[in-house]
């Protein structure tokens, strides 16, 4: 489905961007995962490679206007084109609970650094590569960014400023062929695993919140959503946002 | 109605002119309006934050802004939403609650080329009013967006973008009469909205 397509993953060496990254490389793209784990990231390079399709980890801080170039740049050198840049790295402090009276400088910085800086460094970046081969850029954002949430209010804000940015941008560069969405997931990650450790109530309150009761998995469940937006089928989709949730979240 | 809100107390934070128009509307409606928290006491009944960045009504494809121009065009006033939030949280949470209303962007609902960070800002903005509403009902405060289209919110800037054709089902309304007056309205009928967006633009975007 994806073959001939090259694939680059921002924060893609756990959790939803793994899940997405291994998808991609079974559908046949070739894969550059990012992280700023250089380590984890070849983990899950070496995966997709011993399942047969191409790939290339590379370490990458997202803030970086730099290592973002450099990592495009290298992608290109390696596989000759970008079709897909996608935007999943988040910040380490997105899962810190603060009601927003109470959220600091700090938590705030980094959220909008990780989330909305390095979206407008990755999307001005690719774009050329984008144009070139009529690609996609996608964005990871969050049903926080549609609802809201009460302890994740910077959250709230990045997920749906990302989800403004998405429309915006799709009408600016779709006269070029560029096509600009996004993805809710709802999908187990470690971190929600030690979420879930600590308070087992949780994964009783998120499941039987969704329609189809469970939480998604990153590769069965949100990587084939990945593919269709990137691959062939959904050319003439472009500005929304797909909520893949299991049916937590109907809009 | 002309003492619609007498003994209120309103802040209107920022936003030019836009907010120069809310605030004189409420005023003649009989509120005492400050123009930043640091003018009142203390405490407020009604905190008005208008998302409008002058700077963002410009064209600018994300490709021509340099790192300085994206912070300055989105992050600092979402940053700059996120503290007037907090502010009208703590003068509000003095009277023992009270409404917050947000003037928000349609066109960040919408999308509109050359205007990704201004967007950005807008459903942030959006996105922020709503995870405040959840936060701060239990304590009496109301957190509601009322979206506005570039007409209303830059009505002498020549450059402001209309993506769409079709003109809206009423006229469109006037920052100082109507949409003051709906403001009033919010923030002395009872407290059962929060965390909406209300189009104030009289039937002109019913997608949303």
Known sequence: MLSGKTVLLTGASQGVGRGMALAAGAAGAAVVITARNLEAAEGVAQEIRAAGSKALALRCDVTDRGEVESVIAATL?????????????TSRFSGRGARLDKVTDEDWNDQVAVGLRATFLCAQAALPALKASQGSFIILTSNAGIEGSLPLPVYSAIKGAQRGLTKSLAREWGPDGVRVNAIAPVAFTPAMGKFFDAQPAMRDFIESGAALRRVGDPQADIGPVLNFLIGPDSGFITGQTLLVNGGATMV | MADMLAGKISVVLGGGAVGDAIGQGLARLGSIVFRSVAETSGAADLVVIPVV???GLNRRPLAEMDEAEWIRRCEAPLGAVRTALQEAHTVLTERGGGQIVLLVPTISMLGAADFAAYSAVGEGARSLAKAAARGWGAQGITVNCLALT????????????TERKVPPALKTPELETDVAGFIATLATGPAVVTGTTMMLDGGDVMSV
């Open chain 1, 77 to 89: 050198q390696e596989f000759g084109k970008l079709d897909a840049l996608v935007h999943n790295a």
């Open chain 2, 53 to 55: 960045d002058p700077d």
């Open chain 2, 150 to 161: 570039q007409e209303q919110l830059a009505p002498n800037d020549n450059r402001t973008v």
